[in-house]
């Protein structure tokens, strides 16, 4: 559930879906361009994202020939609903129907696959499904129900609920947080479920990995607790929202399960003390804390490394020790700031090393707020973990 999670998302399946009225025997067009004619009514329940569904279908070209039959076949196909497991269409399309009713999806190429031919599809195709929702036959995440329970409110607006209290240890900022947690439009609707996935989702709490309503939701909470966090869009994703799937001023619910905590590993400055200051002839500073024999690094080669930086007050501004995770990159590619480039390449594998880089071979003139100031002289302690 990071920023750009929420990087994780798929396509969503609510919204204008739920609002779409199929009507029998007429063709509803939905506004991806996809068509659907209801062949036969059904009161079932609806599936939503997330959901696994077993549908039989026929699948047709324009001219009849048929391409697939699960019909056939006698066996019903079976996947994860809004997950990418199917073309684009089916995953609208079986969305909008209830369990037991027949339906037929009239899918454009770009919703289906497109200029690439499969089989006994050829490239830009339409297809042609007549499709039967059997059953959900494993649900997914649900909201969790609040009936009755007192709502928080703090200053910022935040509002959450204590749905199960937990015994654990109190969230505080800079724990590394391990969370199930799944996402909701006030109508609703899903938009990601790390429940869904089986994956939950780790952060480090207070550092900005995410939007501000979990930083803050999130640290107000203890180990095993479950909990319903209603945030402003002032809190989330703000006035633009996230194209394509969060729209402008959502406001979003999540239901959250804190699974674990536990502090981070802090960064210390490296002892330079007595070691020499070198220069380049670009303007970079590096001073070596410790010497190996090991391979140099090279240009073309693949280098890990564990970092913290700091800004000339002292501030860290970012760290992978914090995270536990080294940073991993080619170098010569230009993925990093021309002073990583530079000092690493004078580095051997095992060793440490400050580096200690004018604004010119970092960020420049513009830094990068909201962490790094225009100008800005940086300082990275680094440690060569390995080199292939």
Known sequence: ?????????????????????????QWVTTPSGMKVMLLQPAQGEKPIKGDKVSVHYTGR????????????????????????????????????????EKARLMIPPDLAYGATARQNIPANSTLIFDVELLDIT????????????????????????????????????GMKTKVHYSGFFTDGGKFDSSVDRGQPFELIVGKGQVIAGWDEGIARLHVGDVAKLLIPYQLGYGEMGRAPVIPPKANLIFDVEILEARETPKPKPFDVTGLDTLKTASGLKYIVVNHTENQQAAVGN???????????????????????????????KGMVIPGWEEGLLLLRQGEKARLIIPYQLAYGDAGRPPKIPSKANLIFDVEVVGIR
């Not at 996947?79 to 684009?88: A, E, P, S």
């Open 1 to 25: 559930m990071k920023k750009c999670f929420l990087l994780g998302m798929m396509v969503m399946i609510t919204g204008f879906l739920n609002a779409q009225v199929l009507k029998k025997d």
């Open 61 to 100: 070209l324009t001219d009849s020939t048929v391409f697939d039959s699960s019909v056939d076949r006698g066996q019903p196909f079976e996947f994860l609903l809004g997950f990418g497991q199917v073309i684009r269409g089916w995953d609208e399309g079986i969305a909008m129907l209830h369990i037991g």
């Open 138 to 173: 494993q649900r997914g995440a649900r909201p969790m129900p609040a009936d009755g329970l007192d709502t928080i409110t703090t200053p910022t607006g935040l509002k959450y609920i204590i749905l199960k209290k937990g015994d654990g240890v109190k969230i505080v900022p």
């Open 302 to 332: 693949t280098i890990k490394v564990h970092y913290t930086g700091y800004l000339e007050s002292g501030e860290v501004f970012d760290s992978s020790v914090e995270r536990e995770q080294p940073i991993e990159f080619e170098l010569g």
